[in-house]
């Protein structure tokens, strides 16, 4: 999911509220090449795609358990932003969360954005 | 109503102009009779060659018995007002139509002595040569040697047979370069060099003064002595039958003809290399059989036309890979690549908005010729630098159906997609019998291939080579792109010949390819991007997401000092340790922020990176050898250790494993390596390609005795072709079995450079060698790359907490979560 908006308009108070965790600077992420953060207490992958355009998943891996997502390496499957788990190489879409090589998977994605220098992910 | 044709000489063109008409004659129009002056029957002079070689049969089939053939016989006039020929055998022939299809004569140089040279055009002329190489030695007790007198397409061909007859061959070019015809300066060079390396002495720019019974001499008094002296200096078109009898003829000869190969009498046609149409003699079959087929049409009232030829061609010489193709002297833009290292010179003429092609020339690597030609005068899939890589050999299936494919008969890409498609065809040879594509010079049949190929594709067959939907190329054509063209990163080489961003497959490919060819550290800027799983952290990625270190203890040998260490860091860190199947020590369960920590310990004290994550040497296990057994013959400890620091480090299409054994008791399952050494009484046997594994393969002995340099060059030249010409993942096992011409083959590589590369292997080898250093130690010394080695980008320090162990045989064991999906 990919947001270049302004941070949200605050104290507006009637929408949602929706809670934005600073990750990281956006030049700490090198493009394709992910990062794992804590937000709240779920591990996040985040990605900078070639293009410039953050993603972020959990950072589970549901077909090992382990929470080793952000470790895959990043690419494209007929078009679409994709990361491979680097356990058994099942491959996600960047976007959505699904998972191409069993439809019947996905990983949750979060909302993420830049404001100034920095990278905010969505906490819910 | 029949009418009587007579056709004189029965070379290529006669016999393909007889079959055309025979073919389409069904009326039975015409009646016909061929005279021809050699004592058989046509056959295939561009397979010449062969009969030398192979003692090929040239023989084409036999026209029909309606057909009367007149082998041994030669046409001495025409008589146009009668309507007849003459023949030295008496013979009146009349005609209603007479067509000369007599060829060509080979010219001889007018130099005192040329009586005694020889020439190279006929089966006879071949009989002799090798009657005279034969008795070379004796005619002139100087060594066994021959001399052509002639650098271009056909004079290196005879100089190649000339050495095949046992002979010390020298080729004499009067230009300052071979192959003037079709090669510019850089290009002659670098053909020099190859046929250098075949064992051949070149002499160019220098002219012929004499032929001598016992050699020649050339212009500045060099003397070359030799028994057989062959001209291959261009050919003149036998002409003289038409000039008697009144017809016109060219300038520098040629029976002049229109586009319906016509002569100035409307009954009288001219076809093949004595006819000069458009100005111009082809000297080459493809258009000869054109106006073959032309004539046959206009025989039978048709209107078909000779528009001139491709003049394509490429050297037909083992080892040797010579192709010019288009007009590669057309006055346009010119895309040049060279690597002298190499031998390859690539130069393309494109149109000046860079679109179409219009020519060029390959030496040292024509593998692109065939789709290159196939392209001459259409627009260019890529960019001229792409097809000078091959960018336009996934094309095979995108050819337009009016492309050329094989020049020789005139065969189009969309004949063969019908040929294939409505007989079903499924390979390449009945694919050139159902089209006759291929089966002249040959070297269209790669296109041919990849046609086929392309449609059994798409017909649901599945032939692709093609690395990933990025990639259309396979990983070997990767390696050469990188290293020809010295591209150095992903992102170039998948922006010039790729599509997408890549993929797990395509990716960690290149990051290996970039790595063999010693592209700094794997972990250095895009790179770090690349890599797979476990070189992402220099480190194996275990089930629980936590990582292996294993330090490299060459050859197994360890001392005390540093197994207390091993220890010792793996006491502190709390990682369970197992002694591993390679004979060193594995310690497990660490996380990424604290590899570098460890890594900084092990390093302190001696130990280097071990590679147990790369596609890379593994580990040359040794057993104890002659210093302690009591049956060991060689120190294979010693020769383990070297053989392991001379390889660590290089990256490959897979690991890599070797062992040395003492004696061949083979207590170091050598025989069960990539590369393996068991020592004899006088050195060292070396085994190749074998593996243990899912599919266990025992090595096959190589090379015997062999003392330790001698062993040494073999495995690095092994090992550096295999990383070259490799698929992903294909270990050396598969490798060698999927080669063709197997262990010989890659005997004849290794051991004679039969590809003449050796030097080239070597020279890779010696970069990787010394451009070494520890992997580990660099990380450690990059802040950069340290700052990536952790858990979390907000929380540097913190450990994953969903990683978690217990105890199991006093030792830690991963607690592994649900998964839940
Ligand atoms: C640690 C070790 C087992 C042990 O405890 O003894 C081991 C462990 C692994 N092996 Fe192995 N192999 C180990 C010796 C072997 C051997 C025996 C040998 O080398 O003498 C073999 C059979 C010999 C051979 O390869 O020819 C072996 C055949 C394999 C294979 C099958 C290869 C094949 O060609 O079929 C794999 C799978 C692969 O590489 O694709 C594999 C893959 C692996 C991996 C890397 C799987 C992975 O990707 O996680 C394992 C993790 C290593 C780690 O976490 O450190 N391992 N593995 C041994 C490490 C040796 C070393 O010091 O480097
Ligand atoms: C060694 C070698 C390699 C070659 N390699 C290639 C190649 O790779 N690619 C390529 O395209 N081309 C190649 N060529 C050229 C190719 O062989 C010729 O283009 C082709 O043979 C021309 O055919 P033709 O029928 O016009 O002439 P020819 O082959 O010369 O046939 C003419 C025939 O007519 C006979 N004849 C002449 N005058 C008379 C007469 N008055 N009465 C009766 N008979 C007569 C001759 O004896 C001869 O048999 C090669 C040639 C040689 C020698
Ligand atoms: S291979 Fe031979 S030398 Fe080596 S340990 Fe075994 S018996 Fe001894
Ligand atoms: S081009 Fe010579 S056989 Fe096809």
New binding site residues.
């Given amino acids: 999911m990919t947001e270049t908006l302004a941070p949200a308009p605050a104290g507006t108070g009637t929408l949602n509220e929706t809670r934005w965790t600073t990750v990281c600077d956006y030049d700490d992420l090198q493009p394709e090449r992910g990062v794992c953060a804590l937000v709240g207490d779920r591990q996040v992958a985040i990605f900078r795609t070639y293009d410039g355009a953050l993603h972020a998943l959990s950072g589970h891996d549901p077909f090992s358990g382990a929470n080793v997502l952000a470790w895959g390496i990043v690419g494209t499957r007929d078009g679409l932003p994709t990361v491979a788990s680097p356990m058994y190489k099942q491959v996600f879409d960047l976007t959505t969360g699904r998972c191409l090589d069993d439809p019947a998977v996905s990983v949750p994605v979060f909302r993420i954005r830049r404001a100034g220098r920095r990278v905010e992910v969505a906490e819910s | 109503m029949t009418s009587r044709l007579v056709v004189v000489g029965h070379g290529p063109a006669a016999h393909r102009l007889v079959e055309a008409l025979r073919e389409r004659d069904s009326a039975g129009r015409w009646r016909i009779t061929v005279v021809g002056e050699e004592p058989r029957a046509a056959y295939d002079r561009v397979a010449l060659t062969s009969y030398l070689t192979d003692d090929a049969d040239l023989g084409y089939p036999p026209h029909d018995e309606s057909v009367v053939v007149r082998t041994g016989e030669r046409v001495t006039a025409i008589d146009r007002a009668a309507g007849v020929v003459r023949t030295d055998a008496g013979a009146t022939l009349p005609y209603d139509a007479l067509v000369l299809a007599t060829g060509s004569v080979p010219f001889v140089p007018p130099v005192p002595g040329a009586e005694h040279a020889f020439v190279y055009r006929t089966i006879e002329d071949l009989d002799a040569l090798r009657a005279a190489a034969a008795g070379a030695d004796l005619t002139t007790s100087r060594p066994r040697a021959g001399v052509v007198v002639g650098g271009g397409l056909l004079g290196l061909e005879a100089a190649r047979a000339l050495q095949g007859l046992g002979l010390d061959t020298h080729v004499v070019e009067v230009a300052p370069w071979l192959m003037p015809r079709q090669l510019d300066e850089g290009g002659g060079a670098m053909l020099r060099r190859h046929i250098e390396a075949l064992g051949m002495t070149v002499h160019t720019g220098v002219g012929l003064e004499r032929v001598e019974p016992g050699g020649v001499r050339l212009a500045g008094d060099v003397v070359i002595d030799a028994g057989v002296v062959v001209f291959s200096a261009g050919i003149r078109p036998r002409d003289d039958l038409a000039r008697a009898a009144g017809l016109p003829v060219g300038e520098r000869g040629g029976i002049v003809v229109d586009d319906a190969c016509r002569t100035e009498d409307p009954r009288v046609f001219a076809i093949g290399e004595c006819a000069l149409v458009g100005g111009m003699v082809y000297g080459l079959v493809g258009p000869c059989f054109t106006m073959a087929e032309v004539v046959a049409d206009r025989l039978l009232g048709g209107e078909a036309r000779f528009t001139g030829a491709d003049l394509s061609t490429q050297l037909k010489l083992m080892g040797v890979d010579v192709a010019s193709f288009g007009d590669p002297s057309a006055d346009a833009l010119d895309v040049i690549y060279t690597d002298p290292v190499a031998g390859i010179y690539k130069r393309l003429v494109v149109s000046d908005d860079a679109q179409t092609l219009l020519g060029g020339v390959l030496v040292g690597d024509a593998s692109s010729y065939p789709a290159l030609r196939a392209y001459v005068g259409a627009k260019l899939p890529g960019t001229p630098e792409q097809a000078l890589f091959g960018g336009t050999e996934a094309a095979g299936g995108a050819l337009p159906e009016a492309t050329v494919i094989c020049s020789c008969n005139n065969v189009t890409a969309g004949t063969i997609r019908a040929a294939i498609a409505e007989d079903g065809l499924t390979d390449v040879p009945a694919v050139k019998a159902c089209t006759r594509a291929g089966t002249g010079c040959g070297s269209c049949v790669p296109l041919v291939k990849k046609i086929l190929d392309a449609e059994l594709t798409a017909a649901g067959v599945e032939v692709s080579k093609a690395l990933c939907e990025h990639f259309d190329h396979s990983r070997a054509e990767l390696f050469d792109i990188v290293r020809v063209r010295g591209i150095a990163t992903f992102s170039q080489l998948i922006a010039e010949h790729g599509r997408g961003r890549g993929c797990d497959i395509c990716k960690p490919v290149v990051a290996s390819i970039l790595a063999s060819l010693g592209n700094g550290h794997i972990l250095d800027g895009e790179q770090a991007g690349l890599q797979d799983?476990?070189d992402r952290f220099l480190?194996?990625?275990?089930k629980n997401g936590t990582?292996?270190?294993?330090p490299r203890?060459p050859g197994g040998e360890i001392t005390p000092e540093r197994l207390i260490v091993i220890g010792e860091v793996a006491r502190e860190f709390g990682l369970y340790t197992?002694?591993?199947?390679?004979?060193?020590?594995?310690m497990?369960g660490a996380r990424v922020e604290q590899l570098p920590e460890i890594w900084k310990r092990l390093i302190d004290a001696g130990f280097e990176s071990?590679?147990?994550?790369g596609?890379a040497l593994?580990?040359v296990?040794s057993c104890v050898g002659s210093t302690w057994c009591r049956y060991g013959v060689q120190d294979s400890v010693g020769l383990a250790i070297r053989l392991e620091l001379r390889y660590r480090g290089l990256r490959a299409p897979?690991?890599i494993?070797s062992?040395v054994s003492g004696c061949a008791r083979e207590c170091a399952?050598a025989q069960?390596?990539?590369f393996g050494v068991i020592a004899t009484e006088r050195g060292w046997n070396l085994y190749l390609a074998?593996?243990?594994?899912?599919?266990?393969r025992h090595a096959d002995l190589f090379a015997q005795d062999l003392d330790e340099d001698t062993l040494i060059r073999y495995i690095d030249r092994f090992l550096m072709f295999y990383v070259r010409t490799a698929d992903r993942?294909q270990?050396t096992?598969s490798w060698l079995e999927n080669l063709d011409g197997g262990l010989d083959y890659l005997r004849e590589v290794i051991v004679e450079d039969r590809l003449g590369i050796c030097a080239e292997l070597d020279a890779a080898m010696e970069r990787h060698v010394a451009g070494y250093s520890d992997e580990w130690r660099a990380i450690l010394e990059d802040p950069e790359k340290l700052r990536r080695f952790v858990s979390f980008v907000n929380a540097p320090g913190m450990p994953d907490p969903s990683i978690v162990f217990e105890p199991e045989r006093e030792q830690i064991k991963p607690v592994m979560v649900e998964v839940t999906r």
Avoid at chain 2, 690 to 696: C, D, I, L, Q, T
């Fill in positions: 799983t476990n480190a194996n990625m275990q990582y292996s270190v294993v203890i197992k002694i591993t199947g390679g004979q060193r020590i594995d497990f071990g590679h147990a994550y596609k593994r580990t296990k897979h690991k494993k062992a399952e069960s390596k990539d074998g593996n243990g594994g899912m599919r266990p993942l270990r096992a």
